[in-house]
């Protein structure tokens, strides 16, 4: 698991108030996170599942860098061996990144990153917990995507957040696969991550993006429409084992 994803239920849970610090705002992601501007850092995490082979980590590494934005990468490598490690990077890139980027390779709360102020875009494998984390999260204006859907039903995911919700553009990934090929170039990756990030574009995908974020709210709350139906639902199978009895 190299992402924490707590599926839809997660934002009737935002608002609980905690005595301590949790152990997702204690991960050094959180802490760099807090160095930067609102809006100015992009998120990249492809969950769990997805698998890329190195070549096309190495296209995301080059687009990332020439983007010239802030980046959080969560990366998944099934090779750990240390003598090719760094076959995926270019020559140099951790230390003229400094500063600018964070790689994780290990867990990452991807809900509180989420929602940090800092973030103000998501390069995401439309996996269906980490598109409702997306749109649902309102701590701050909404997180456009940049949308690379890799299997599974992520297709379908892709075109609601695209065309029907309009909070986000494809890097134009059109294979279907477990393990990612190298199919999207560094140049695509770049001006997808540019066009949810900066301009006017990029503003109207926020501010629909946090209208959404309003509505999912205002649905989990008391007379809700996820309230109101889920309490519904509950009504109906008390019926069906009172029925029974």
């Not at 609102?38 to 190495?58: E, I, M, R, T």
């Amino acid at each position: 698991m190299f992402s924490c994803q707590q599926g839809p239920l997660w934002i009737c849970n935002e608002g609980a108030k905690e005595d301590k610090v949790s152990i997702d705002e204690q991960h050094e992601c959180i802490k760099w996170l807090d160095s930067k501007k609102p809006n100015s850092v992009v998120y990249v995490c492809f969950g769990s599942l997805s698998n890329f082979v190195d070549a096309q980590l190495l296209e995301i590494a080059k687009a990332l860098e020439s983007s010239g934005h802030q980046f959080v990468w969560v990366v998944k490598k099934q090779n750990n061996d240390q003598e090719n490690q760094q076959d995926w990077l270019p020559e140099g890139f951790e230390k003229r990144i400094e500063g600018k980027g964070l790689i994780i390779t290990g867990w990452a709360p991807q809900v509180k990153i989420l929602s940090h102020e800092a973030v103000g875009g998501f390069v995401t494998h439309c996996g269906w917990n980490s598109t409702l984390e997306a749109v649902s999260n309102h701590q701050h204006a909404g997180v456009p995507m940049a949308t690379w859907p890799v299997f599974a039903e992520q297709f379908y995911n892709e075109k609601l957040i695209t065309q029907v919700l309009r909070i986000g553009v494809g890097v134009g990934a059109k294979e279907w696969s477990r393990v990612a090929v190298e199919s999207v170039k560094s140049d695509a990756i770049e001006k997808a991550v540019t066009r949810i990030m900066v301009g006017e574009e990029a503003e109207e995908m926020r501010n629909r993006a946090g209208g959404y974020a309003e509505m999912a709210r205002r649905a989990v709350e008391v007379g809700g429409s996820s309230h109101s139906n889920l309490n519904a639902l509950i009504e109906e199978l008390r019926s069906h084992d009172i029925a029974h009895e």
